[in-house]
């Protein structure tokens, strides 16, 4: 069947020629985007981002509209998205994130609170006329932390079992946790209203309620099925059992997330955070590979094109507008002063400077938290529009970009000077 449909010249083939074609040009443009980046020492992310923003904007022809306006690549992005949350979550359990101390839980508390109200306060005298649930999403876009990055700075520095290390991936996470709640909640009440329901205070309760039960509850239930899942899979002589479950459960709790009314990456987050390659045992002794390792095709594949997806929303002609501007240094302003404020909860012996600097970048799930804005809709007009959107995609490259040669910075001024960050 598919093969009759890619050799008919019926509308079905051309559909998948184009699609073929789309894959090809974004896959390459953005390796190469992300090469360049990687070799100038800052993330991939970066280069695919900016190949999206360049496609979006300084390359002519018809198809690239068509690119902008197509289902597929829409699915193809939003499977990215859920896709990279899901790795994210990999990265931890909630074993670690409990035993990280009541330290790495200050710290994370004050990042997310502290970025929020700032970045509300920014909406509110930005976009006074708006409602105060566009001022909300605008904090609530200023809570994560992107682990990824600050991890590798950590990596080469050589402080990843330091102190301020432990602290501050311990944070980073439950960051994303307690980020990944605001946005559920925050966009929850936003759907809510732009359906027509009345929001009084019970019904915001309920929502808040709605989306810690779910996250709450789909770790536990995850955690008391997924070890018995796995366990049963080794009866089965079917190879590529790993992926097949891991993804398979993946896409579930993205769906029942869905299903609850929130954003499906808030599922994918916790559905990595429940695996634990102790699961997996058994099926490695037998030569299945390493989940890690199976899903590196598939992150290579379908993330790439969520960040070059995220760069075409970006409309660079917004930045000739001065409001545009000064909004976009705003926010930049109040997600590093929000991060900085970290250092309050840091304990003595430990450096405030490298924690707050290790917290500051937004990264990937800072781009995650505007696209959902992008597509919410209150009183007929984007929460995030296009101007918005391009000052939140200003903040967070500029939060990434500055974090490796400041954190670098902070790290080798504290040993020259004789202190020790690594405590």
């Known amino acids: ?28 443009g953005a390796k190469l985007a992300g090469e360049v980046t990687e070799r100038l020492g800052q993330p991939a992310v970066l280069g695919e981002l900016l190949a999206g923003i360049l496609l979006g904007n300084a390359v002519a022809g018809p198809w690239v509209q068509e690119l902008r306006a197509s289902e597929t690549f829409l699915v193809l992005a939003e499977l990215g998205a859920v896709l990279l949350l899901f790795h994210v979550g ?12 009541g330290r790495a839980f200050a710290v994370a508390v004050i990042g997310v609170v502290t970025p929020m109200a700032l970045g509300w306060g920014v909406g509110m005298l930005a976009r006074p006329g708006d409602s105060w649930m566009l001022h ?24 990843v079992r330091s102190a301020a290390g432990r602290i501050i ?8 946790v307690l980020g990944l709640v605001v946005l559920a909640v925050i966009s929850g009440i936003i759907t809510a209203a732009g359906s027509g329901q009345a929001l009084g205070a019970g019904a915001i309760a309920l929502i808040v309620v709605k989306a810690v039960v779910f996250l709450v509850g789909s770790l536990g239930v995850g955690g008391l099925l997924s070890p018995r899942l796995f366990a049963a899979a080794v009866a089965l002589r079917s190879r590529g059992l790993v992926q097949t479950l891991s993804l398979s459960f993946c896409f579930l709790m993205a769906w029942a997330a869905l299903a609850a ?3 499906p990456i808030v ?26 390792h199976s899903l590196e095709p598939l992150i290579g594949l379908f993330v ?15 930045f000739f507008d001065g409001s545009v501007i000064v909004v976009a240094l705003a926010l930049t302003a109040a997600a590093v002063i929000g991060k900085l404020a970290c250092a309050i909860a840091v304990p003595p012996g430990v450096s405030r400077l490298v924690v707050g600097l290790g917290m500051m970048p937004r990264g990937e799930v800072g781009l995650i938290f505007a696209g959902i804005g992008a597509t919410l809709h209150l009183a007929g007009r984007p929460v995030i529009d296009a101007g918005t ?16 040669p400041a954190l670098m910075w902070a790290a080798r001024r504290l040993r020259s000077a004789g202190a020790a960050p690594v405590d």
């Open 1 to 28: 069947m598919i093969q009759a449909v890619l050799l008919s010249g019926g509308h079905g083939g051309e559909a998948v020629s184009a699609t073929l074609l789309m894959l090809a040009f974004v896959l390459i």
């Open 90 to 101: 990999l990265e931890s359990t909630p074993r670690e994130m409990l035993a990280v101390g």
């Open 136 to 159: 909300a999403f605008l904090g609530a876009m200023l809570c994560a932390t992107s682990v990824g990055i600050t991890a590798r700075v950590l990596d080469d520095l050589g402080l």
């Open 169 to 176: 991936l311990g944070a980073a996470v439950i960051d994303d």
């Open 261 to 263: 009314g929130l954003a």
């Open 267 to 292: 599922g994918a987050f916790a559905a990595g955070l429940v695996l634990e390659d102790v699961h997996f045992e058994r099926l490695k002794e037998r030569g299945e590979p390493a989940l890690h």
């Open 304 to 318: 790439p094109v969520f960040f070059v997806r995220m760069g075409m929303l970006v409309d660079v002609r917004s």
């Open 389 to 404: 959107y391009a000052a939140a995609v200003f903040m967070v490259v500029a939060t990434t970009v500055a974090t490796p």
